[in-house]
C-alpha cells in the first residue's frame, strides 16, 4: 500500500509523457461515449414521442377497464359508476409528481355508421368532451368544424375517412346502429360537427366520438364506462402509478382485479412496446458494435504503448517493482485515460445533444409522406431526452470498455522477461 | 578501502547453466560456472560477444532464472525464490546500471536516484539528502530536478550510478557501463565508481570488454563459451 502514491505518480506521468497518444485514444473513447449519449438520448426522445403519440391515440398511459374489455370488445364488460369514481379516486390521489395530465371517462363500443349512400363499421367512443379534449390527439387532429362541446347532445366528430366514405360533411346527418347493453339492436341519429385527419388510416377510417351522456343513454348503460384512462407526465413513472392505483383502489373501494383491471400501456398496447423494444435492441447492437470499435482502438493503442515500452517496465522490475505492480501501472493508465475520456465524452455528448439540438432533430427532409408505424404517426422532430439512467449506463459502458482494454496490456505488462526487456538494441 | 580477502562474501555461484531451447540443438549460454565475490570487490567479467556475460549479470542479478545451479546473494539462496522475493532482493540488495542509462524518461534526475529508497518507505526527507549527497559527490549537483532527455549520457549514467548506489546494496552489477560514453566521460563516470568502491565498500561487478574498465579493476573474469576461462586477481 506504501507504493500506491508512486504507482499512482508513474501512471499519471505515463499518461502524460505520451500526451498524444493519451489524446488519441482518450478522443476515440470520448467521442464513442459522447455518440452513445446522443444516440441514447435521441432514442430515448423518439420513444418517449412515440409512446406519447400512442397513449393519446389510445387510451392513456394507464387504463383502467373491466376484466374481458380488452377480448371482448363488448358493453358486457363494462365498469360500473362506482368503479369509474374508484379509478378515478384513485388517479387523483396520486403524489404531485406522479398525478395525471389528463384523464378520460370513455364508453366504447363498435357499431355501424350508415348514411344516404353508404354504410361503414367504426369504433364509437362516447367521450366527455372537455376531458378528451385535453387527453386525445384525435381531438387536436380537428380538421373541418370543431371538437365536441359539453351541450352537444347529437353531436358526433368523426374522421375524415369516415366522412369520406359516407359521403358526409359538416351538419350532414347519418346512424349510428350498436348492441345495447339489454342485446337489442338500437339506434342513434348524429349531426356532424367536426372532421379530424390524424395521418392513421384505421383511426381516420374507423372513429366516431359522441357525447358519453348520449351514449349511455342510448345504450342503456347510465353511468357506466368502458375505460377511464390518464396520461402521465413521463413515461417512466407507469410502473409506480400502477402499482400505487392498484392498491390504493383496493384499500380505498375494495375492488379487487376481477372488478377493476389496471393496466399500463405496455399491456393495453403490446404492437408499441415491442416496437420501442424492438428499436432499443437494435441500439443496443449498435452500440456493441460501436464499442467494440473503440475497445479495440483503445486496446491496440494501449498495447502498442506497452511493447514499445517494454525496456520501461523492464527496468522497473529491475529495481524492485513485481511484475504485478508493473501490471498494476498499466491498468492505472487506461483507468486514467478511461476517466479522462469519460469526462471529456459527458461534456461533448451533453454539448451536442442540448447546444445543438435542443429544439429537436427535424427528420422530415427524410420523410415526404406521414410515416406511421406501430399504429402510430411518427413526429419527424425528434427532441433528444436524457435519463439519468442512461447517461449512467452510457458511462458504465465506456468504463467498462476502458478497463476490458486495459486488462490484457496489464497483463502483458506482468508476463514481460526481464532479461530480454533490457538487452541493448 | 576493505581488505577483500577477509570480507564476507556478497554473491556465491555453484555450478550455474543457463540453457536456452531451441531447435535443431539448445544453445547453452552459460556452462557450470561456480564463482564467488566479495564484499568491497571491484572486478570485471569479459569475453567476446555471445560468451555469456549479460546472461550470467542477469542471472546474478535475479533478473532470468537459471536452468541449474545455485546462486546466493550474501547469505539468502535465490535460485527458488518466488518473482516477487526477488523483486524484493533487487530492490534491497542489488543494484542495476545498464550500458543504454535505462533512467525512467518520466521522473526527474532526482527521483530517477531516489526510486529505490522510494519503494522501500524511507522518508522524503531522508531521500533527498542521501540523493543530494550523492549528486555532489558524483557532479550532479544542480540537475536534480532535470528529466533524462535533457541530460548528456555521461550524466545520464551518472544518474543511473546514484540510483544504483543510493540504497548501499550488496552489490552493482554494471553491464557495459562505459560502452556508450566517450572515453573522456568513461574516465570520469569510471573514477566516480571507483571513489565510491573505496570509501563506502560498494561491491561492483562490471560485465564488460573495454580495456580501461578492466585495467582499473581488482579482478578480472574471462568468459568464453559459457564458461570462466581465467580468473585473476591483483
Redesign the interface.
Known amino acids: 500500500m506504501r507504493r500506491t502514491p508512486t504507482l499512482l505518480r508513474l501512471a499519471s506521468r505515463g499518461v502524460l509523457r505520451e500526451a498524444r497518444r493519451s489524446l488519441l485514444t482518450s478522443s476515440a473513447m470520448a467521442l464513442g461515449l459522447a455518440l452513445l449519449m446522443f444516440s441514447r438520448s435521441l432514442a430515448d426522445g423518439g420513444h418517449e414521442d412515440w409512446i406519447n403519440t400512442g397513449v393519446r391515440m389510445g387510451s392513456g398511459h394507464v387504463l383502467f377497464q373491466a376484466p374481458g374489455f380488452r377480448e371482448s370488445r363488448s358493453l358486457d364488460d363494462r365498469l360500473s359508476g362506482d368503479e369509474a369514481e374508484a379509478a378515478l379516486a384513485s388517479l387523483a390521489a396520486l403524489d404531485e409528481r406522479l398525478a395525471p395530465l389528463a384523464t378520460t371517462v370513455r364508453l366504447s363500443t363498435v357499431g355501424l355508421a350508415s348514411s344516404a349512400s353508404s354504410a361503414l363499421p367504426v369504433m364509437i367512443d362516447g367521450v366527455d368532451p372537455v376531458a378528451e379534449s385535453g387527453f386525445s390527439h384525435a381531438a387536436e387532429a380537428v380538421i373541418e368544424g370543431r371538437y365536441l362541446e359539453p351541450d352537444d347532445r347529437l353531436s358526433a366528430y368523426v374522421g375524415t375517412g369516415v366522412a369520406e366514405r359516407l359521403d358526409l360533411s359538416l351538419g350532414s346527418r347519418f346512424v349510428l346502429t350498436a348492441q345495447s347493453t339489454s342485446g337489442d339492436i338500437e339506434g342513434q341519429l348524429v349531426r356532424v360537427v367536426g372532421v379530424f385527419r390524424t395521418g392513421l388510416p384505421e383511426v381516420d377510417e374507423g372513429l366516431v366520438h359522441i357525447s358519453i351522456s348520449t351514449a349511455r343513454s342510448w345504450l342503456g348503460a347510465e353511468g357506466a364506462a368502458t375505460t377511464v384512462g390518464a396520461i402521465l407526465p413521463a413515461s417512466s413513472v407507469v410502473d409506480e402509478v400502477v402499482s400505487a392505483v392498484r392498491s390504493d383502489i383496493a384499500v380505498r373501494s375494495n375492488f379487487g382485479e376481477d372488478d377493476v383491471r389496471v393496466l399500463s400501456w405496455q399491456e393495453a398496447y403490446p404492437e408499441l412496446d415491442a416496437a420501442v423494444r424492438i428499436d432499443d435492441y437494435g441500439d443496443y447492437v449498435f452500440h456493441g458494435i460501436l464499442f467494440a470499435i473503440v475497445a479495440l482502438a483503445v486496446l491496440n493503442t494501449v498495447l502498442m504503448a506497452v511493447l514499445y515500452r517494454k525496456r520501461e517496465f523492464g527496468v522497473l522490475q529491475a529495481l524492485g517493482l513485481t511484475p504485478a505492480e508493473t501490471g498494476l501501472v498499466v491498468f492505472v493508465e487506461g483507468l486514467l485515460l478511461t476517466a479522462l475520456a469519460g469526462v471529456a465524452g459527458i461534456i461533448l455528448g451533453v454539448a451536442v445533444t442540448w447546444g445543438f439540438f435542443s429544439d429537436g432533430l427535424d427528420f422530415s427532409f427524410f420523410m415526404d409522406e406521414e410515416f406511421t408505424f406501430s399504429g402510430i404517426v411518427m413526429d419527424p422532430v425528434i427532441v433528444p431526452e436524457f435519463r439519468m439512467v442512461h447517461l449512467f449506463q452510457s458511462f458504465v459502458s465506456i468504463a467498462v470498455v476502458g478497463i476490458s482494454a486495459s486488462i490484457y496490456p496489464a497483463y502483458h505488462a506482468t508476463k514481460i522477461d526481464v532479461g530480454e526487456a533490457l538487452k541493448f538494441e | 578501502m576493505t581488505d577483500v580477502s577477509t570480507a564476507e562474501i556478497a554473491l556465491r555461484t555453484e555450478d550455474v547453466w543457463k540453457i536456452y531451447p531451441q531447435e535443431p540443438e539448445d544453445v547453452e549460454a552459460v556452462r557450470g560456472v561456480s564463482l564467488e565475490v566479495r564484499e568491497g570487490d571491484f572486478m570485471t567479467m569479459a569475453g567476446p560477444s555471445g560468451s555469456g556475460k ?2 550470467l549479470l ?1 542471472m546474478l ?1 535475479g ?2 532464472r537459471p536452468t541449474r545451479g545455485r546462486i546466493w546473494v550474501r547469505d539468502l539462496e535465490i535460485t527458488e525464490l518466488s ?2 522475493e526477488l ?2 532482493l ?3 540488495s542489488i543494484g ?1 546500471v ?3 542509462f ?1 533512467l ?4 526527474s534526475a532526482l527521483e530517477n536516484a531516489e ?2 529508497l ?4 524511507v522518508p522524503a526527507k531522508e531521500r533527498h539528502e542521501r540523493v543530494h549527497a550523492l549528486f555532489e559527490e558524483i557532479g550532479l549537483e544542480g540537475l536534480a530536478d532535470r528529466k533524462p532527455a535533457r541530460l548528456s549520457g555521461g550524466q545520464q549514467q551518472r544518474v543511473a550510478v546514484a ?1 544504483a548506489v543510493v540504497g548501499k546494496p550488496a552489490l552493482v552489477l554494471a ?2 557501463p562505459t ?1 556508450n560514453l566517450d572515453s573522456h566521460t568513461s574516465d570520469a563516470l569510471l573514477g566516480v565508481m571507483e571513489r565510491l568502491n573505496h570509501e563506502h565498500g560498494t561491491t561492483f561487478l562490471f560485465s564488460t570488454h573495454d580495456p580501461r574498465v578492466m585495467e582499473r579493476a581488482h579482478r578480472r573474469v574471462t568468459l568464453v563459451d559459457g564458461q570462466i576461462a581465467s580468473d585473476e586477481r591483483d
Do not use: C, I, M, W
Open positions: 549479460t546472461t542477469n542479478g533478473l532470468t518473482n516477487k523483486a524484493r533487487r530492490l534491497e542495476f545498464f550500458q543504454a535505462n525512467l524518461p518520466v521522473l526510486f529505490s522510494l519503494l522501500r518507505g540510483r553491464d557495459e560502452a
